[in-house]
């Protein structure tokens, strides 16, 4: 089940008020990305697109997390009925469904980082986790960004960026431009949009 576009909204004002911060915009941001993708290709649902895109961070209404900001997203997504929008909470971060690629804090307790390991094992991913894994990694707060300059960010943020997350990162893009055929650029229209 997933929340109209209109309760998706209120979703993320709700949670900008708990915790506000860049990440609201970054949401938005990959919301339309997801929205303008799913557009160009035959298979997917703009509007879930959107949708998914929209609250796959709202983890974040809990404060400032890392990894705790997946299993609050998730936990928070399940206990509203939203199946959908929790598996997403939990796969945007693991592009393999390991936590070996995670970049960041591992701040969770022990029982939240079973409950990510566990549902992780056993989740089957799709085109929908495929194209918020690609929109999260070039979505920045004030628009779109170049890929290849957000995981160099977040490499000097974090210290550190694993290649396989790269590469996968870039295999992504390169799956959706054919997909769509077209520059992913174009389609999101990255030097036009803003959120």
């Not at 945007?92 to 995670?102: A, K, N, P, R």
């Not at 029982?111 to 990694?137: A, G």
């Not at 992504?172 to 077209?182: D, I, V």
Request: proline content about 3%; some cysteine; overall charge negative.
């Amino acid at each position: 089940m997933l929340p109209t576009r209109e309760q998706a909204e209120e979703l993320l004002k709700d949670a900008e008020q708990c915790n506000p911060g860049p990440w609201g915009n970054h949401s938005r941001t990959a919301a339309h990305c997801a929205q303008k993708i799913a557009q160009a290709c035959t298979d997917l649902d703009p509007e879930k697109a959107y949708i998914l895109g929209l609250l796959h961070d709202i983890g974040r209404k809990f404060g400032v997390r890392h990894l705790g900001h997946v299993s609050d997203g998730y936990s928070y997504m399940m206990s509203l009925g939203y199946e959908e929008v929790a598996k997403i909470c939990l796969t945007h971060s693991f592009h393999d469904q390991t936590l070996d690629s995670y970049v960041g804090n591992f701040d969770t307790t022990k029982e939240e980082l079973q409950l990510i390991q566990d549902t992780l094992k056993n989740v089957v991913m799709d085109e929908y986790d495929r194209l918020i894994q690609l929109c999260d990694s070039i979505a920045g707060a004030d628009g779109v960004l170049d890929m290849e300059e957000r995981m160099l960010d977040v490499k000097k943020r974090y210290g550190s960026y694993p290649q396989e997350k790269w590469d996968i990162n870039l295999t992504l893009k390169k799956y959706f431009e054919e997909k769509m055929g077209k520059s992913l650029y174009t389609i999101v229209e990255r030097d036009h949009f803003h959120p």
